[in-house]
């Protein structure tokens, strides 16, 4: 019947699944960073490291991450999504779990940054897979509701971290994190592989590509298109300046709160989780905003907002205002990643999805990796809050460098012989 299946044709049982697994994932991610954020002055203290120190365990996280993505892309483009998000899925968060049995800085930070490759190939090819199965008048505001997954994944992670951390300290946090291994085991024998990439494979097999060449690489096939070359680097660039911003804040946003305020951690805990609250209902929001009004307009009009919102934050928030300030910028912080997905996977064909997705993502982690070690600096030698304060700036470099440079809705994610009619 024509109410079992959704506008293109899929039916929507598989669709939910498709969607319930990739929350779980993105749910799972959330709660990683978070639990590392909410443990990162219980860790400095128990290994015995500087601030200065502790902000490059942030730095190698976003490394690890930026290849995995950067490798992802590539190799989901060749052998399908599902497969790479099932084993990027067991990778980090059997690597965090082992965070636990760390007793040196130095093994600390190399596992962490090892589980970074699985965090970032899980996300950015998550969000490709997902985009895939969607029509694009809902595809933002679907995609929305996954990144808001990574806010519920905060939540939890802060409110765990709000009693467990003072009751058990810092150790069971990441022990928790193994339980996602559990459900990658049924994301990789019950959900099916994206249709999209199954036919682009089918018109490979018959020799019918957008590549130039026989046999070309996906990145080849990026750079030697002008337009698709074109939107890889404005892509790349603006999200240097966005997650240079977003990885900032992610980091320090906890201490600043816990040192800055005169409340007690298990508050600090729950004004955390208030603030990625609203940070959830930013991306439900921003994507329904986004399917609207446009994706760029939404996009850019939240980093503008972020970026006048993050001083305010540190130089007019007190005891009595900080809760309000908090769900204005929670709310405004999640617009951007709910949009994201949709807006970076309608800018690719299918054959190099994955690829023009995970590449531009990753290169922007790997070129934000010194901002969880900026803010350390800044730290020691002003204030946490000045570091926060400053990464306004990269929200607005973010928002003009996609004014200038990229378009929106470029190319159907449903359709891969559209994809060919566009390039050629």
Request: aromatic share 14%; net charge positive; with cysteine.
């Amino acid at each position: 019947m024509a109410s079992d299946v959704n506008e293109l044709g899929y039916s929507k049982k598989i669709v939910n699944l498709v969607i319930l697994g990739t929350v779980i994932a993105f749910m799972a991610d959330g709660m990683d960073n978070m639990m590392m954020s909410m443990s990162l002055q219980a860790v400095i203290k128990d290994l015995g490291v500087s601030q200065l120190m502790a902000g490059t365990i942030g730095t190698g996280s976003l490394i690890g991450a930026g290849i995995g993505g950067l490798c992802a892309g590539v190799v989901a483009d060749r052998i399908g999504r599902i497969k790479v998000i099932t084993w990027s899925l067991v990778w980090f968060s059997v690597l965090t779990a082992g965070l636990a049995f760390c007793h040196t800085f130095n093994s600390f930070f190399w596992i962490r940054l090892l589980a970074g490759l699985g965090l970032g190939a899980e996300f950015s090819i998550g969000s490709v897979y997902v985009a895939e199965f969607i029509s694009t008048k809902k595809r933002a505001f679907t995609l929305g509701i996954l990144t808001a997954m990574w806010a519920v994944g905060y939540m939890i992670a802060a409110l765990m971290a709000s009693y467990l951390l003072p009751a058990w300290g810092w150790r069971p946090m990441f022990m928790i994190a193994i339980i996602p291994t559990v459900f990658a085991v049924g994301i990789r024998y019950f959900l099916p592989e994206s249709p999209a990439w199954l036919k682009a494979q089918e018109l490979k097999s018959k020799g019918i590509t957008i590549a130039k060449k026989k046999d070309a690489g996906t990145y080849s096939i990026i750079f030697n298109d002008p337009v698709l070359r074109k939107t890889f680097l404005v892509w790349a660039l603006a999200n240097v300046f966005y997650l240079f911003g977003y990885y900032g804040a992610i980091t320090w946003f906890p201490s600043y709160v816990q040192k800055s305020f005169a409340i007690s951690f298990a508050k600090s805990g729950v004004y955390i989780a208030l603030n990625y609250f609203a940070m959830f209902i930013g991306g439900l929001a921003g994507g329904r905003m986004a399917d609207l009004w446009g994706r760029k307009k939404v996009f850019c009009g939240a980093c503008i907002a972020i970026a006048i919102l993050a001083p305010a934050l540190v130089y007019f928030a007190n005891p009595s205002n900080l809760m309000y300030l908090l769900l204005a910028f929670g709310f405004c912080y999640g617009i951007p990643p709910g949009i994201q997905g949709a807006f970076q996977a309608e800018c690719w064909p299918t054959a190099v999805r994955g690829t023009g997705l995970g590449g531009t993502f990753n290169i922007g982690r790997l070129g934000s990796f010194l901002s969880p070690l900026f803010i350390g600096v800044l730290a020691v030698n002003y204030s946490i809050g000045a570091g926060i304060a400053a990464l306004g700036v990269a929200y607005v470099l973010a928002a003009i460098t996609l004014i200038v440079g990229v378009g929106e809705k470029q190319f159907d994610c449903s359709d891969a012989e559209h994809d060919l009619e566009v390039v050629a």
